[in-house]
């Protein structure tokens, strides 16, 4: 079946975890199209100076203070788009954290809380949403992850939320078509994205964390859920890196495997104590600031940019065929030592950065932080 979304600035979007990240990249992207928004996160006063910017450059945006694992605020939150907008055509699940350490060293405590954020959170909404939209007609945009397909040491139990988000968000499709009802659902899987997602999760480490590259900014997110929010589409994943570890992992696991065990750990660790070790997983974080701090990052992803405009297609097969003749060129002595000599990643990855690096678009201005 399909289903009919209206154009950007007819809708009333929500957004949950819309006061910094990926969530409030997509805020400021939706507002620029003419949707009206509802924006929720537990940083109330970041929310609200948000929501006052959107509406000084002649927006319209309510916020919100809600805790997504709380399913009474929630509903708070579809009530307060109902009472200020009539209802909603969108809703965005984003609210979510993360924990950084071993699956036998984090508590119960932490690991019940992350599910209560990442994968309840994402249920209650996606829930509301779909009661709502029913007869309305509309679209429910799930954040899962590239670790929605594989999984990495050090951030087991994100993985496994995002394991479950994949699989709920695939059911509730199923069943929402089964009954004919004009919703499009779709499961976003961002690659590693350069925002202040390290910043905000609890740490077990000591060390300073970051992300294991190739490192996208998060405006290329906000792109594939603005195309979800007007476009069916089942998923969409952002970033040709995470397209790549998803591939492996489902061609050769055992190569994937091996790569979790001998590049993952250190890959997210900096040579630096750790600092903040509570972070965002139970209070709120900082809000108001979109990127992240790491320098050496992606602009743009070209292969999503293909999945969401057919014709960058050709411009992809033609990247790809050019990098893997460049590739075959390389002398290599024996798969250990390639390994080793490919800047300790597997040959493939280089394939995905040399595509990367033929951009459709300059990199957009960043917001100041």
């Known amino acids: 079946m399909t289903t009919k979304l209206k154009p950007l600035k007819d809708q009333v979007m929500v957004i949950t975890g819309a006061s910094s990240g990926i969530g409030l990249a997509t805020a400021f992207a939706a507002a620029e199209k003419g949707a009206r928004l509802v ?30 694992g709380r399913q009474q605020d929630v509903q708070r939150i579809a009530d307060a788009a109902l009472s200020h907008f009539g209802g909603f055509d969108t809703w965005v699940n984003d609210a979510g954290v993360s924990i950084y350490g071993r699956l036998l060293e984090v508590s119960d405590e932490d690991n019940r809380r992350l599910f209560d954020t990442n994968f309840w959170g994402l249920v209650y909404g996606s829930q509301m949403a779909a009661m709502h939209l029913r007869n309305r007609g509309g679209a429910i945009i799930n954040i899962g992850s590239v670790l929605s397909d594989v999984a990495i040491p050090m951030q087991g139990m994100y993985g496994a939320t995002k394991h479950a988000v994949k699989g709920f968000t695939d059911a509730l499709r199923i069943e929402l078509e089964e009954e004919g009802a004009p919703i499009s659902v779709t499961l ?21 964390l ?74 709120p974080g900082e809000g108001g600031r979109i990127h992240g701090r790491i320098k050496d990052t992606m602009p743009t992803s070209l292969y999503t940019r293909a999945v969401t405009n057919p014709m960058v297609a050709g411009a992809v097969v033609a990247a790809a065929g050019a990098a893997a003749l460049a590739l075959m060129g390389k002398k290599r002595t024996n798969s250990k030592n390639s390994y080793k000599q490919a800047n300790t990643r597997p040959e493939m990855v280089e394939v995905v950065e040399i595509v990367e690096e033929v951009h459709v678009t300059p990199r957009p201005p960043q917001r100041p932080i």
């Not at 976003?188 to 300073?208: E, L, Q, S």
């Not at 996208?216 to 007007?230: F, G, H, K, R, S």
């Open 39 to 68: 924006l929720a996160a537990r940083n109330e006063q970041a929310l609200q100076e948000i929501a006052q910017e959107i509406n000084d450059n002649g927006g319209q945006a309510i916020a919100v203070r809600a805790d997504v």
């Open 210 to 283: 970051t992300l294991p590259p190739p490192v996208y900014e998060p405006e290329e997110v906000a792109n594939a859920i603005l195309y979800a929010a007007t476009h069916q589409k089942r998923d969409i994943m952002v970033g040709g890196g995470g397209k790549l570890m998803s591939l492996t992992n489902k061609l050769a696991p055992g190569l994937m495997d091996l790569s979790g065990e001998k590049l993952m750990t250190d890959q997210q660790l900096l040579d630096e104590p750790a600092q903040h070790r509570e972070g965002a997983l139970h209070q």
């Open 188 to 208: 976003i899987k961002p690659a590693a994205i350069n925002t202040p997602y390290p910043d905000h999760a609890k740490n077990y480490t000591n060390h300073k």
